[in-house]
Nanobody
Framework: QVQLVESGGGSVQAGGSLRLSCAVS????????MGWFRQAPGKEREGVAA????????YYADSVKGRFTISEDHAKNTLYLQMNSLKPEDTAMYYC???????????????????WGQGTQVTVSS
């Protein structure tokens, strides 16, 4: 299993950018599927981006396609989510997660992701 620690959240105005980081420790995760999920108050958690680390294949939810970019730095054992052109509807707690058997990534399904970080809050004001 892996331990995940997110950082980089904050408050920005609409149109701004943030880069979330997820530091990964523990097992070698480079054959896992790694995902970013978010949960807004009163809403279900949704997968917004995912990465097959083995083939570097990515998935994006329609709501973030063209604005968010998932990436990974092998040397730093860190997963990123670059978020541009942020909208108030992007406001949520963002979580990094790992699916050790890579059972879902397009889209990422919450129930298949075994390891989760504590989350980082993103607030976008209009």
């Amino acid at each position: 299993q892996v331990q995940l620690v997110e950082s980089g959240g904050g408050s920005v105005q609409a149109g701004g950018s943030l880069r979330l980081s997820c530091a990964v420790s523990g097992d070698d995760y480079h054959l896992y599927c790694m995902g970013w999920f978010r949960q807004a108050p009163g809403k279900e958690r949704e997968g917004v981006a995912a990465l097959l680390t083995a083939g570097y294949t990515t998935y994006y939810a329609d709501s973030v396609k063209g604005r968010f970019t998932i990436s990974e730095d092998h040397a730093k054992n860190t997963l990123y989510l670059q978020m541009n052109s942020l909208k108030p509807e992007d406001t949520a707690m963002y979580y990094c997660a790992a699916d050790r058997r890579c059972r879902s990534w397009s889209p990422p399904i919450e129930s298949t992701y075994e390891d989760w970080g504590q989350g980082t809050q993103v607030t976008v004001s209009s």
